[in-house]
């Protein structure tokens, strides 16, 4: 399908008969890359400079129609570069897809790929460029009025819940006509299409604000001026690198390596074209991207927990709950910063899946940190009890429950989800009460001896005692008779 190619050279994505060409990721060297990927996309009738536009923008060479040859239709299917100058150390890899173009007369009679197009790149561009001539605004066709009505219904309809795509306008040959105006005219023909556009029942209030951030720039001509034409063009590669890697029209940034997977799924949908129920792609990407940092904090938690854990095992650790809950917390703070810009509910799904995890790894370890903790003070109140005893006569329990209860606040991971310390106050309570069952049974027995002991003395001097008052009388009267 392809020729190797890599850099700014454009790779085939999608051919004109709708073949998906998976061999992509290799020809735009994406495997590897584990960078997020911003994408950007163009739209508009041909032969309006779209291909010009984004070579210029990004610094790629997708083919451009030679004007001498007539007008017709160049970019068949739809094509996909890298933009070279993405920040090797860390950002976004920015993907720049260029599109076939509509009204073409290549396919007069057929909207359906156009269609498919629009859809794909909405689905999988964080910024559309509407691309027209200034001129056209208010025309149906030039003014991109039937493709916008497609897009607009794609997006209501496929996407059931709202994802927001940057949405910009680029209007070229920049005329005397005040930008202004033009923006107004456009925006007009935009909210006409939205409001006469039929909506699924659930979707009827929704406003075309919901799913775009709309926003329109006009450029001078390539042709005429070309000097003013890349100045501006360098002003708007930077807003629209900025609003595609920040911000709501960002949340959809999935690494560049799984972009491939998400692409293809997708093009498979759009194809199939049954009832389309295209997974949620901020949804999707959000999963993709939350699992991906949640796996990586809870690998460093999981190294730097270790050094604790082996301390903990040998004896109890001073503080062990402040160390641990320090940890996760430097963990779960970096885990929030990486993924503040994808979709709630998973990125907060994710994020108590990696407190889940952790807590897995850090429960038996705190359990035998505790254990520890109510065999000493079982241990410090059996030796006190024998002096308790014998001094007061009774045995106070209570600082030991005190003093455990401390312990235990000392332990207590705070992220963690368990609350045990009733039942572990309970097992130190009822083993405190054996052992008061012990040194009472043992005290008992003890008194019981030294009765028994004097019993037996007593007894032994009765005895004794008796003996005597027979053999004295017999030896006195023995004497006697001596
Ligand atoms: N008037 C005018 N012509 C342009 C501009 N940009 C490109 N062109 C010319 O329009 C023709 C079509 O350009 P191309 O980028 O292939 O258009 P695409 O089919 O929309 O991708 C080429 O001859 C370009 O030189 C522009 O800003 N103004
Ligand atoms: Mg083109």
């Known amino acids: 399908m392809a020729q190797q190619v890599e850099g700014n050279h454009p790779t085939l994505l999608i051919d004109g008969d709708g073949n998906f060409n998976s061999k992509f990721v290799e020809d735009?060297?994406?495997?590897?890359?584990?960078?997020?990927?911003?994408?950007?996309?163009?739209?508009?009738?041909?032969?309006?400079?779209?291909?010009?536009?984004?070579?210029?923008l990004f610094s790629t060479k997708f083919k451009v129609m030679d004007a001498s040859q007539g007008m017709h239709q160049t970019t068949k299917g739809i094509w996909v570069a890298k933009y070279p100058l993405s920040n090797p150390n860390g950002g976004h890899e920015i993907l720049a897809i260029d599109t076939e173009g509509s009204d073409g007369i290549e396919r007069e009679d057929d909207t359906k790929f156009e269609k498919q197009t629009a859809l794909f790149c909405l689905a999988v561009s964080n910024t559309v460029i509407v691309n027209m001539m200034c001129r056209n605004v208010n025309l149906n066709n030039g003014g991109n009025r039937p493709l916008l009505r497609t897009v607009f219904e794609v997006m209501i309809r496929k996407f059931c819940t709202p994802r927001k795509v940057n949405l910009v306008f680029v209007l070229r040959?920049?005329?005397?006509?005040?930008?202004?105006?033009?923006?107004?005219?456009?925006?007009?023909?935009?909210?006409?299409?939205?409001?006469e556009m039929q909506k699924p029942e659930a979707q009827l209030n929704a406003s075309l604000k919901d799913f775009f951030n709309i926003k329109v720039v006009a450029l001078s001509s390539f042709e005429d001026?070309?000097?003013?034409?890349?100045?501006?063009?360098?002003?708007?590669?930077?807003?629209?690198?900025?609003?595609?890697?920040?911000g709501e029209g960002a949340a959809g940034s999935t690494p560049a390596s799984g972009f491939a997977d998400y692409a293809k799924k997708i093009w498979d949908k759009i194809k199939e074209d049954k009832d389309l129920d295209l997974p949620h792609y901020r949804i999707m990407v959000a999963e993709i991207r939350c699992n991906a940092i949640a796996e990586e904090k809870y690998q460093s938690f999981y190294e730097s927990w270790l050094p604790l854990k082996e301390d903990a095992i040998s004896g109890a650790v001073q503080g062990f709950g402040a160390k641990v809950s320090r940890k996760i917390d430097i963990y779960l703070s970096e885990y929030d910063q990486e993924?503040?810009?994808?979709?709630?509910?998973?990125?907060?799904?994710?994020?108590?899946?990696?407190?889940?995890?952790?807590?897995?790894?850090?429960?038996?370890?705190?359990?035998?940190?505790?254990?520890?903790?109510?065999?000493q003070i079982l241990e410090k109140?059996?030796?006190?009890?024998?002096?308790?005893?014998?001094?007061?006569?009774?045995?106070?329990?209570?600082?030991?429950?005190?003093?455990?209860k401390n312990q235990l606040r000392d332990a207590a991971v705070k992220q963690a989800n368990w609350n045990q310390d009733t039942e572990h106050l309970a097992q130190l309570e009822s083993e405190i009460a054996r052992a008061i069952d012990g040194i009472r049974a043992a005290n008992e027995a003890r008194e019981q001896r030294k009765k028994d002991e004097r019993e037996f003395r007593l007894n032994v001097v009765k005895t004794v005692l008796n003996a005597a008052a027979i053999v004295v009388p017999s030896v006195i009267m023995a004497e006697r008779k001596t």
């Open 381 to 404: 109140f059996e030796e006190a009890a024998e002096d308790e005893v014998k001094k007061n006569g009774v045995l106070k329990t209570h600082k030991y429950i005190i003093e455990f």
């Open 173 to 195: 040959d920049k005329n005397k006509c005040p930008r202004d105006k033009l923006e107004e005219q456009l925006k007009e023909g935009m909210y006409k299409i939205w409001k």
């Open 339 to 375: 993924a503040q810009h994808y979709e709630e509910t998973k990125r907060d799904a994710t994020r108590k899946q990696l407190i889940e995890d952790i807590m897995k790894v850090v429960k038996p370890t705190y359990l035998s940190v505790v254990e520890h903790m109510r065999h």
């Open 28 to 56: 735009l060297k994406l495997a590897a890359v584990s960078r997020p990927v911003a994408v950007v996309s163009v739209f508009g009738v041909q032969s309006t400079g779209k291909s010009t536009l984004m070579n210029s």
């Open 225 to 246: 001026k070309p000097e003013q034409f890349e100045n501006e063009v360098a002003g708007l590669r930077e807003w629209i690198i900025s609003i595609s890697t920040s």
